[in-house]
């Protein structure tokens, strides 16, 4: 079994600047690549910033210049550096991880259950 555990998360002043982590635990394999989503109200989840194992990193546009993605592949966790935050930067943030639990298993993607990000004008 498999599970993410996010933490980071809270309320912060608009310009201020936060820090979220999530650790992989569990029978794994082999992980092909880690991320971060969010999903605001009334919104649909949307894609924030994904790294690979390789070390490849793509942002939604809306984020670039602000929030940087970085990973330590030996204790298989993600972390998303946020600055400058805006207001309408509030959302639930989830982590992703796209992994195999055998070599000989299909490329699953497993979700954690999120952590509250809020930022006030």
């Known amino acids: 079994q498999v599970q993410l555990v996010e933490s980071g998360g809270g309320l912060v002043q608009a310009g201020g600047s936060l820090r979220l982590s999530c650790a992989a635990s569990?029978?794994?394999?082999?992980?092909?690549?880690m991320g971060w989503y969010r999903q605001a109200p009334g919104k649909q989840r949307e894609l924030v910033s994904t790294i690979t194992s390789g070390i490849i990193t793509n942002y939604a546009d809306s984020v670039k210049g602000r929030f940087t993605i970085s990973r330590d592949n030996a204790k298989n966790t993600v972390y998303l550096q946020m600055n400058s935050l805006k207001p309408e930067d509030t959302a639930v943030y989830y982590c992703?991880?796209?992994?195999?639990?055998?070599?000989?298993?299909?490329?699953?993607?497993?979700w954690g259950k999120g952590t509250l990000v809020t930022v006030s004008s």
């Open positions: 992703a991880a796209g992994l195999r639990s055998t070599g000989g298993g299909a490329l699953t993607t497993y």
């Open positions: 569990g029978t794994i394999f082999s992980i092909n690549f």
